[in-house]
């Protein structure tokens, strides 16, 4: 497999559940990126890796949790989310989060709140 | 604070080109990059400019102005398959990507 791979692609939950998104890639890259896209509205950066450190968090609910195990898999994990939290979220990674290198994207999860 | 401003939404007609304007207002500028995302799909890299001018590559081709901050993303022989979403993205004195809410472009027969 190539490039950034994203599971699941839709996932339906309840307020109450708790759920993990999972992203991976086989690019080699160091540093991973979550995003939220909501229609018609720029995507929200949320968290950034690098070099399996954490260096970006802005100011995200904690009812949203990032886990870098290793520098090719990062998830979300998701804890009594709200009807506004429902969006696509998607994944990227980077060579490195300062050089001027083009970020590449999975395809998302498209996550829905009831 | 930071700003990218695109049109929402254009309209083309299949063959023909279009023009998509950006304008950014950004604490300093390391860059500035073009993705394409069909609906559903990720999105993928286009360009990348960092010096005034134009980039070229086949059909697609990326201008920047760095005084007057604004850039254009131009599609020559308009194909129905290039209907998806352009999004505009400046890296800035932080090296943080800051995005537009990109334009919608929708190709006709």
């Known amino acids: 497999e190539t490039g950034v791979t994203q599971t699941p692609r839709h996932l339906v939950m309840g307020m109450t559940n708790k759920k993990s998104l999972k992203c991976e890639q086989h690019?080699?890259?160091?540093?991973m990126y979550w995003y939220k896209q909501s229609a018609k509205k720029p995507l929200e950066l949320m968290f950034v890796y690098n070099f399996k450190e954490q260096t970006e968090n802005n100011s995200v609910p904690s009812r949203f949790s990032p886990e870098c195990p290793n520098s090719s898999h990062l998830f979300l994990h998701l804890h009594t989310l709200q009807p506004e939290d429902s969006a696509l979220y998607l994944c990227?990674?980077?060579?490195?989060?300062?050089?001027?290198?083009?970020?590449?994207f999975g395809d998302g999860t498209r996550l829905s709140i009831l | 604070g930071q700003n990218i401003d695109q049109p929402t939404e254009m309209t083309a007609t299949e063959g023909a080109i279009v023009q998509i304007n950006c304008t950014y207002q950004t604490s300093g500028f390391n860059g500035l990059f073009w993705y394409q995302q069909h609906a559903g799909e990720a999105p993928t890299f286009l360009s990348y400019?960092?010096l005034d001018g134009l980039e070229e590559k086949g059909r697609f081709s990326s201008f920047l102005s760095r005084s007057k901050g604004y850039s254009y993303l131009l599609l020559k022989e308009l194909q129905m398959k290039d209907s998806a979403s352009y999004l505009c993205?400046?890296?800035?004195?932080?090296?943080?990507?800051?995005w537009g809410a990109g334009t919608k472009l929708i190709i006709k027969p």
């Open positions: 690019l080699g890259h160091n540093a």
């Open positions: 993205a400046v890296r800035d004195s932080n090296y943080q990507l800051i």
């Open positions: 990227a990674s980077s060579q490195d989060n300062r050089a001027n290198q083009p970020q590449h």
């Open positions: 400019n960092v």
